[in-house]
């Protein structure tokens, strides 16, 4: 099958986990991650960190600087959640000193973002995006047989995480050049080229999106499948 141009040329046969179940524990993890206590989050993590480590240092670099994006949004939460709407004061404590019970929800508020963060971030890195929506279009059979066209769905999810990068650098470009070092007006100026080179047609979408034909699971990725799953739950338990 010939890719079309501007998309990579799809896994016919991915290695590893099948990407349908590589969908389906991230989906579970990030199911039960709100259950997590702060030592399962911490376990979680280091594992995920584990599997960037071994997938190689590229790996783990975007991991790393996609934690780094979220970094405000991070010290928000923990801001929030000590000082912000903290539990009820305990008499004769003041007010700038928050209890440990403050500084655990905080932590763990804040860790399950950083976990769904690594986790997506590495399915994205370990996983072609044609890959990752031909394993969507297999979770999404069972719609297919009630006469609801998956297929569009899943080639437009590829289109879309296609150019998404391609976007991302293009924005990063217009606030370059000095821009962002003007302030508000530099922003402003950042906005205007964007939309300017949006339409002019500078970052354009792939023409299509073909996604490969995966084969059937195999026992191995069932026997994968289920000791994540037991995984996921097992970690809740903690």
């Known amino acids: ?71 405000w949004l991070l010290l928000s939460i923990v801001i929030i959640y000590l000082w912000v709407a903290p539990e009820p004061q305990a008499a004769g404590r003041p007010w700038y000193l928050p209890a ?65 990068p391609l976007t991302a650098e293009r924005v990063a470009a217009a606030a370059g050049a000095g821009r962002v070092d003007r302030g508000l007006a530099g922003w402003g100026d950042a906005a205007a080229a964007l939309v300017r080179e949006l339409e002019t047609g500078a970052i354009e979408a792939p023409s299509d999106a073909r996604l490969p034909r995966l084969p059937r699971p195999r026992v191995s990725d069932w026997c994968w499948l289920a000791a994540g799953l037991a995984a996921c739950w097992l970690v809740g338990r903690l």
Do not use: C
């Open 1 to 71: 099958m010939e890719p079309a141009a501007g998309v990579a040329a799809p896994d016919e046969n991915p290695g590893g986990l099948h990407p349908a179940f590589r969908i389906v524990l991230l989906v579970a993890l990030a199911a039960m991650l709100f259950r997590y206590s702060l030592s399962g989050i911490a376990l979680a993590l280091a594992v995920l960190m584990l599997g960037a480590a071994v997938s190689g240092g590229e790996t783990l670099r975007g991991i790393l600087k996609s934690l780094g994006r979220i970094r």
């Open 100 to 164: 440990w019970s403050d500084i655990e929800i905080a932590l763990q508020r804040a860790g399950v973002l950083v976990v769904l963060v690594t986790a997506v971030e590495l399915l994205r890195r370990r996983t072609s995006v044609p890959a990752m929506a031909a394993g969507l279009l297999v979770l999404l059979a069972p719609l297919a047989r009630l006469g609801i066209d998956t297929g569009v769905f899943a080639r437009r999810l590829a289109m879309t995480l296609d150019a998404v």
